[in-house]
């Protein structure tokens, strides 16, 4: 996924309608009419929403008959998730460093402690 997808999809994701579009879409392939039934906005807006998340890699929309349903591209979450546990490796390597610097610090304190009451 080149960092300007990254981008798009993070971007797409950062508004809480699409963000609401894409967990419905988790359950299952829906039309625009059927994602935009619960929204007090005009399927335009619903559609400009669609348009967003399609850009962004996060929906393909289909022909079924008479249908263009819309559908989740859940390989774009498995990406993004790699990216996002690179980051948490890092985060949790750098807290198990400051741990174990803490660590050692309170056994020197502990040591230092002992000897003074000795």
């Known amino acids: 996924m080149a960092q300007d997808q990254l981008s798009r999809v993070f971007a797409a994701l950062a508004e809480p309608t699409r963000r609401d579009i894409v967990a419905r879409l988790a359950v299952g392939d829906a039309t625009v009419g059927e994602l935009a039934a619960p929204y007090e906005m005009s399927m335009q807006a619903v559609s400009k929403h669609i348009k967003v998340l399609t850009d962004a890699g996060l929906v393909t929309q289909s022909r079924d008959a008479q249908r263009r349903p819309v559908h989740l591209e859940a390989e774009v979450f498995d990406l993004m998730t ?12 750098r807290y198990q460093r400051l741990d174990a610097v803490l660590s050692t610090m309170k056994e020197k304190q502990h040591e230092h402690e002992q000897e003074r009451g000795a």
């Open 82 to 93: 790699k990216w996002i546990e690179r980051y948490q490796r890092q985060a949790e390597e």
